[in-house]
């Protein structure tokens, strides 16, 4: 493969030829160049368009149009490769909230010829560590207010070092603005190879050990001319605002890769939680709204009193939308919710429908550019209606890196979801449930085998088992069957201090909503732990 990369630590570690999914490119727009650098494609083409003094970041307190957006990002470039002396192909970390120099940091690093490998500031040490040393990194730049963790974490695995930088670029006192304040504004991109590796995104996985899916340059263009061209038909007016952080595939695509593809300008909130997303909407006047069902099902009553007829499109993704939550907005609002289904090994949305074409409770059709199937156990196709594994062949794919899942995940070029769905005689596809054991809350995708690890680290817990337990507000939120050590009791107080404590060790929207004590965990004549039974029994609550 040829490559501008000189450190090739992501190069080598690619699953081979014979366990990679099926690309499509047959549409032209997904025809690219052999060299390309999104980064360059996402902003300077955009500037050259005509776009340079239009807005391109909006935040609290202030707005950045694309010009400004392209200096800090080609003075961050400059710092990056004349500070640390970093080669096309290291790996860089990004730990922030939503902002604009979170923003310019990840084009600077594209630019730059370099991964990006954004992080949740939710994570705690213990999980930064195992990003740090999963992909290498070279150097972490963290938003200032959020050092402890990763230095913890930076310290623990030796992994690189951090600077730091503020949310929107205005601190004299960062380590990393401070190198930028005497960089030139403009920077010769690394020119890149439409198939060298541009970013790491990182997915739970159901043993509880993350993994981490490699997007090539090609891959980010590919998303922006799939998805938001062709369902939401995005123009250069539109003004976008997704509550997710940039951390996730699904909130990069909506803050950056999106409205930078179409000219467009993004809403930039470092939080943005249900309840407070339709006074935000009501604030900043967004063209283009992205959040998950929890949120719809939030805003619901108040959003009936409220002015919505600047939003064009609301969009759903991170879970299934339910019938029920789209008929309810629907009901309030007179406005429908273009449902979405995406995944970070894709790296964006690739069932979907415009709302024109879309049948009430399905998840829609392949996406223009993708192609899509339900397949039986023996990987055969389903029957219009059988009950099987959603398959999907498009420009984007799975790639692991350095992961024996990844055999599990593609099949005979197929990307195998780990969704379960029927697909009705017209290409329709209907979610039924996650195949494995995901727990899918509030748009969160939640490992039950992580949780029930740091539950096992609190001192009066002997066994833990995980499940999903349906919640009317989340979807589903993580429950916890725990068996407690000789000597401690089942009260209240100690399941408040076990959620306490699991907060403080992982992320804090992981852990257990529900507690249950039990006196023995349901096990098989082997000893195997039947969580299915836990699950059944929890699908079974009204």
């Known amino acids: 493969m040829e490559s501008a990369h000189l450190d090739r630590f992501v190069l080598d570690r690619l699953p081979p030829q014979e366990l990679l999914p099926e690309f499509r490119f047959d549409r032209p727009e997904f025809q690219y160049p052999a060299r390309i650098n999104a980064a360059v494609e996402l902003i300077d083409r ?39 002396a970093l080669q096309p192909g290291a790996r860089v970390l990004l730990r922030g909230a939503n902002g604009p120099m979170l923003s310019a940091l990840w084009l600077a690093v594209l630019k730059a010829g370099a991964i990006a490998v954004v992080t949740m500031p ?8 195992f990003i740090l040393d999963k992909a290498r990194i070279d150097l972490s730049l963290c938003e200032d207010t959020l050092l402890a963790d990763l230095e913890a974490a930076v310290t623990e695995s ?19 603005e401070r190198l930028m304040r005497d960089k030139p504004d403009r920077f010769q991109p690394v020119e890149t190879w439409a198939t060298d590796p541009a970013l790491l995104a990182f997915t739970s996985g159901t043993t509880g050990k993350p993994k981490a899916t490699v997007h ?26 997704c509550s997710a952080p940039m951390a996730f595939t699904f909130g990069l695509g909506g803050h950056l890769v ?15 939680s249900p309840d407070q997303l339709l006074d935000c909407i009501a604030e900043y006047r967004p063209s283009v709204v992205m959040t998950a069902p929890t949120a719809y099902r939030a805003m619901t009553q108040g959003a009936s009193q409220r002015d919505l007829a600047h939003v064009r499109c609301f969009v759903s993704a991170g879970e299934h939308l339910p019938f029920s939550t789209f008929r309810d907005w629907e009901f309030a609002t007179g406005r429908g919710i ?59 794919g799975c790639r692991y890196l350095d992961d024996p899942r990844q055999e599990a995940y593609v099949r005979r070029g197929w990307n195998i979801t780990g969704d379960a769905c029927t697909m009705d005689e017209d290409g329709c596809f209907w979610f039924q449930s996650r195949t494995d054991d995901m727990i899918v809350s509030a748009g969160y995708n939640i490992s039950g085998y992580e ?38 009791a089942h009260t209240p107080d100690l399941a408040r201090e076990i959620q306490d404590f699991v907060k403080r060790d992982i992320a804090p929207f992981k852990y257990p909503r529900a507690i249950e004590f039990l006196n023995a965990l349901p096990r098989n004549p082997s000893g195997k732990v039947q969580r299915y039974l836990l699950r059944d029994d929890e699908r079974a609550v009204p």
């Open 46 to 84: 955009t500037i050259e368009a005509g776009w340079g003094r239009c807005t391109a970041a909006i935040f609290p307190g202030g707005a950045w149009t694309y010009d400004e957006l392209a200096r800090a990002a080609n003075r961050a470039a400059s710092v990056l490769v004349d500070d640390f």
């Open 122 to 129: 939710l994570l705690r040490a213990r999980e930064l560590v």
């Open 158 to 176: 030796c992994q690189g070092r951090v600077a730091s930088y503020s949310r929107d670029g205005r601190s004299n006192d960062t380590e990393f």
């Open 216 to 241: 090539f340059h090609r891959d980010v263009l590919a998303i922006a001319d799939a998805f938001p061209c062709s369902i939401l038909e995005a123009g250069a007016d539109e003004v976008f605002l």
């Open 258 to 272: 999106f409205p930078l593809r179409c000219g467009g300008a993004s809403v930039l909130l470092p939080s943005c």
């Open 338 to 396: 273009i449902n979405g289904l995406g995944s970070t090994e894709l790296l964006h949305i690739f069932i979907s429908s415009r709302l024109s074409e879309a049948k009430p409770g399905s998840t829609g059709r392949a996406v223009p550019g993708y192609t899509a199937t339900v397949l039986n156990d023996a990987l055969e196709p389903a029957a219009p209606g059988e009950i099987g594994r959603l398959a999907v062949k498009g420009p984007t």
């Open 451 to 488: 949780v029930e690890e740091a539950v096992l680290r609190h001192p009066a817990i002997l066994e833990c088992a995980v499940v999903a337990a349906t919640d009317a507000g989340r979807g589903q939120i993580v429950k916890s069957f725990v068996v407690l050590k000789p000597g401690h």
